[in-house]
């Protein structure tokens, strides 16, 4: 129940918490490929507007002469704990923090010289140590989502400056319409970061009460009904505007 509660929160934030949580696979579990896949996934959201695609163009297998050198730049930063991702053995607000940043730095200059892949200008905000821990990275309970379970369960703040896979936003009937109103309210702005955490799908769950006035609004707006237990789903090729 605590793992679901999203209780033991992993150590970090935003994209600091996706490559601590990789340092810790390296490290302790030796699971290199699963670390490899996190860095990517955090060294994508630190480009600048980068092509459509590109996590899967490198952790993919590929023939394309650039495609590969490209992952096995990445790859020898996840294993290299010297001069690539540092050692979860480090002080997390310390010593890891501030060699991350650097190394980080260094690998998104190569990319952008061999590669044309642009960072962006605000790493220092998209990697702040906020919630990194005054101990080694490796003692932070659940840090690389252990092996009790694969559900995370979070709130939309817990979850700000994050990439994920799909994400299941759970509304009230007052969440739901702020979603598609805008930015311009409170809700409204907690509605926009839990829709742009997802990479390729949204599910926004509304209560069955409200979902006969509810349903016509979102159709019009591109998303699909997919059932009463998840009644409205945002497929990857609809467009909605939150703006």
Partial sequence: MKTLRGDGEPAGQGLVKTLAAAAVLRDRRKNFLKAFQHVVVAVVALLDSPPDGLVNQITQHSSNPPDRELRKGIWTFTRDAISGLPSSSLVANEQWHSLLLGRIKVLLAWMETNFGLKPTDNIGR??????????????????????????????????????????????????????????????????YVAATRARDLLWVAVPHSSLKELRPVFLARGLKEVGISAPVVLAPEAEVSLT
């Avoid at 998209?126 to 995370?152: E, F, H, I």
């Avoid at 700000?160 to 009937?173: F, I, R």
């Fill in 126 to 191: 998209k990697l702040a140590k906020t919630a990194l821990p005054n101990v080694p990275l490796a003692s932070a309970d659940d840090l690389a989502d252990g092996d009790v379970g694969t559900l995370r369960v979070d709130t939309v703040h817990k979850a700000k400056g994050e990439s994920l896979d799909a994400v299941l936003y759970v509304t009230l009937k007052e969440h739901a319409q702020a979603l598609l109103e805008g930015v311009e309210t409170e809700i409204g702005r907690i509605g």
